[in-house]
């Protein structure tokens, strides 16, 4: 959207300084012109929303089951954490702090091009402690309260797993997460050498971590089948793009079964 906007914008400058001045009056715009005139004041008004304000993203993956599901378009608000610059991403005006049990949409650490979705689970200079499948932060466990209900959905397109729900409360927020009993509470093979990997203790039964100052540790609500911080480290303040605060589609509900008017306008606990 950068590029469409310099481009437009350097036509319409260009023909209104070298241009313009040296066609005859009555000649009409060139067509390229007529479509730099047109379509720079749409695009700039398109790009400063989505740089400022609220950005439209699509979930990838199933790795916030159940609060999102794959093919949900969610609303991400931009200046909640703070304003920054576009393209840079760089914090010019301070606003709020990230809180626990946000969910958060950030640059993934090990490729800044690519944005990740997950939960806020440890502030900066938090112990997050991720055991036998229970959070505990700050030496007290996280509250959790199972229903005895279960959740099925395709791993990987492959595999049919039933997962079980609990509902979990971090903070103001009370969610639901998916756990997996035949799963292990961290994959120590898929563990990287992220930065500050020293702060981090891991073994069969799970994992601790204390986080950097300036970071954030992040899990994904289907806690153990999810690719977030236990595997590639801390998220950066320089990172964060935004809070998720909205569901405002679900594409697959809707081509298929109809839409379920329940989730779409719903909000993000």
């Known amino acids: 959207m950068l ?90 005006i301070e606003v709020n702090q990230p809180q626990r049990g946000d969910v958060m949409v950030f640059r993934y650490p090990e490729d800044p091009s690519l944005d990740y979705i997950k939960r806020v689970v440890g502030l900066p200079g938090d112990r997050v402690v991720y055991r036998d499948k229970r959070l505990t932060i700050n030496g007290k466990p996280v509250a959790m309260e199972d229903r005895g209900e279960e959740f099925g959905y ?29 799963f292990p509470s961290v994959r120590l093979g898929d563990v990287r050498a992220f930065p500050s990997r020293a702060n981090c203790d891991y073994n069969e039964d799970g994992f601790s971590c204390t986080v950097p100052p300036g970071q954030y540790f992040m899990m994904g609500d289907n806690r153990d089948d999810s690719n977030d911080s236990r595997y590639w480290g801390f998220v950066p303040d320089r990172n964060i793009v935004g809070k998720a605060i909205m569901i405002w589609w679900h594409a697959r509900e809707f081509v298929f079964v109809g839409m379920d008017l329940k989730r779409v306008g719903q909000m993000i606990n």
């Open 3 to 92: 590029v469409a906007l310099l481009l437009t914008g350097a036509i319409w400058l260009f023909d209104i300084y070298l241009g313009k001045p040296h066609r005859a009056k009555e000649a009409k715009d060139p067509i390229l012109v007529e479509y730099a005139k047109s379509f720079f004041p749409v695009i700039l008004v398109v790009f400063l929303l989505r740089s400022f304000l609220v950005e439209p993203f699509k979930i990838p993956s199933g790795s916030m089951l159940p609060t999102l599901l794959v093919g949900d378009f969610i609303i991400v608000n931009k200046y909640t954490y703070g304003i920054r610059l576009p393209v840079v991403n760089t914090k010019i």
């Open 154 to 182: 395709e791993k990987s397109g492959l595999n049919y797993v039933t997962a079980k729900r609990a509902y979990e409360q971090l903070g103001s927020h009370k969610h639901a997460v998916l756990l997996l009993p035949e």
